[in-house]
């Protein structure tokens, strides 16, 4: 007895490559948007771990399509950021080594908390910046 | 009056230094907490807490072990994202790695451990000899046994990296002779985390050291002391062949049309329902492909005594007397799930064998 003489009804075949796991996490930016419009401050849904597969990560990517910004981020590895067609939901992608996707989600918001300078990168840069004036400052004197 | 000592620099200020932005510090920890499955929104807590921490300082011991583990650390990560564990860490003591040798290596782990007394990390790969007094590996003529004694009596935790740390591994396999234990057989006073696999996943070992690093904590362990994160589910459980297991479509050898289709391995000896890792999502060599996706079974090498499970190439459903209660019970699952694949495949696999080793049976 074969294994497939188990199973007559099943042909060989790939496993289905249109999961209906975009529509789940759609349904979940919907959610998430509307709650946001209401005022709530709400979660990113991390994409990286689901199990998507290519087919579904193009389905889900088409269907929240582009909006106005694109971001390039270069620390620490590039990083794509853009907002998608509908506003307030963001894609976030971060890429690793040999440029594979190191992590994904959709942020809700105003915008994507990795686009905003940090407090602590805003002191250090007035320190470097005063620092600069001051040296360049000097040099104007000792020319003179 | 005595000055208060001058406290080191936290992470977010060296980097700061050197250049690197809190971007990178919020990036790695988005990247760690969906690799973690740490809650949704844990990002923003987890770099706050990795940029105000100071560097943790590891010393890294290496047994009776085969290098592996520290090669997947280090050749897995180039100067990117992954890379910035190494600014996390200062790895004070390790034998690869260091410049220092001799004499001069020893006094860096003594140095390492009277400053930080209390605070260090000690990270073990390799399992440690304790027949004979441990007298089958030694370091600057001190015993594997008496080092990791005098290193772990100060340390914060111990984490054993690599299934010979965790679980006695390759040098425990039957007939053991050098009496080769895990490091939780030997340390019994300190929290310990096992990071099993051979080697294992980079981002596990990674992963660790940050959480620890930034919410000065232990994270949640199974009951084989691994990290949940990593080690929560079966290869099986995430194995992009389940639908195959699923509708009962198996290769039964490795060049039949089954395996060209890519149907389920489990025939063929694949461990993936008894084996808790990772490696069916975060695969390896920067995410290129796992064990199954290349064609081959899982060798379950993340679990103890897996090099003593009866054979790679069974299928689990013949060896379940020499496996504990639990790996029996998940094998039996498996089996049930799986159609009948049990006996179907006991005969399919001895008559592979004798077509594979036509002359196999003449030798005995």
């Not at chain 1, 300078?117 to 020319?143: N, W």
């Not at chain 2, 040798?101 to 209390?118: I, L, Q, V, Y």
Request: charged residues 20%; glycine residues 8%; negative net charge.
């Amino acid at each position: 007895m074969t294994t497939q003489a188990l199973h007559p009804s099943v042909s060989p075949q790939e496993p289905p490559r249109l999961t209906g796991m975009s529509e789940a996490v759609l349904a979940e930016v919907a959610a998430r948007l509307a709650e946001v419009v209401a005022g709530a401050s709400v979660p990113p849904i991390d994409l990286t771990a689901m199990p998507l597969t290519s087919e579904d990560r193009a389905d889900l990517e088409q269907r929240l399509g582009r909006g106005e910004v694109f971001a390039t981020v270069e620390s620490a590895g590039r990083s794509q950021i853009w907002e998608t067609q509908f506003s307030g939901v963001w894609f976030v992608r971060h890429f690793g080594e040999n440029d594979r996707i190191a992590s994904e989600c959709i942020e809700f918001g105003a915008a994507p908390e990795i686009l905003f300078s940090h407090r602590a990168d805003m002191s250090a840069a007035a320190r470097r910046l005063a620092a600069a004036l001051q040296s360049a400052d000097a040099r104007e004197k000792t020319d003179h | 009056m005595p000055q208060a000592p001058k406290l080191a620099p936290t992470l977010g200020e060296l980097l700061q230094e050197r250049g690197v932005s809190r971007r990178a510090f919020l990036k790695y920890a988005s990247y760690l907490s969906a690799v973690m499955a740490l809650p949704a929104g844990s990002a923003s807590a987890l770099a706050e807490g990795l940029a105000n921490a100071r560097r943790q300082s590891v010393i890294w011991l290496s047994f009776q072990e085969c290098t592996g583990c520290t090669e997947s650390l280090t050749r897995s990560f180039s100067p990117t994202l992954e890379s910035l564990i190494f600014d996390l860490i200062s790895l004070d003591y390790h034998h690869t790695l260091q410049a220092a040798s001799g004499e001069a290596a020893e006094k860096a782990r003594e140095a390492a451990m009277a400053e930080n007394k209390g605070k260090y990390v000690v990270v073990v790969d390799g399992a440690v000899p304790t027949k004979d007094g441990g007298l089958y590996s030694t370091i600057a003529g001190v015993s594997n046994l008496d080092m990791l004694k005098a290193t772990a009596k100060d340390a914060m935790a111990v984490i054993a990296v690599g299934t010979c740390a965790a679980f006695g591994g390759i040098p425990k396999a039957r007939p053991n002779p050098t009496g080769a234990a895990a490091i939780d057989e030997i340390i019994t006073d300190k929290p310990i985390i096992n990071i099993p696999g051979c080697p294992p996943i980079p981002e596990a070992m990674a992963g660790v050291v940050s959480y620890l690093v930034s919410f000065v904590k232990l994270p949640e362990l199974d009951h084989l002391r691994r990290p949940k994160a990593f080690f929560g589910e079966t290869i099986h459980d995430r194995c992009y062949r389940r639908p195959f297991y699923e509708r009962g479509l198996f290769a039964e050898g490795f060049d039949d049309a089954g395996a060209r289709q890519g149907w389920c391995l489990y025939k063929v000896g694949c461990k993936g329902p008894v084996t808790y890792n990772a490696c069916a999502t975060l695969k390896w060599n920067g995410g290129v492909s796992f064990p199954i996706q290349s064609g081959h079974g899982c060798l379950g090498c993340s679990e103890p005594d897996f090099w003593d499970q009866g054979g790679f190439y069974r299928p689990l459903s013949t060896n379940l007397r020499d496996m504990g209660p639990a790996l029996a019970g998940a094998a039996l699952a498996g089996a049930a799930l799986g159609a009948g694949a049990a006996w179907a495949s006991r005969r399919h696999q001895e008559s592979y064998q004798r077509e594979q080793n036509p002359n196999e049976g003449d030798k005995k």
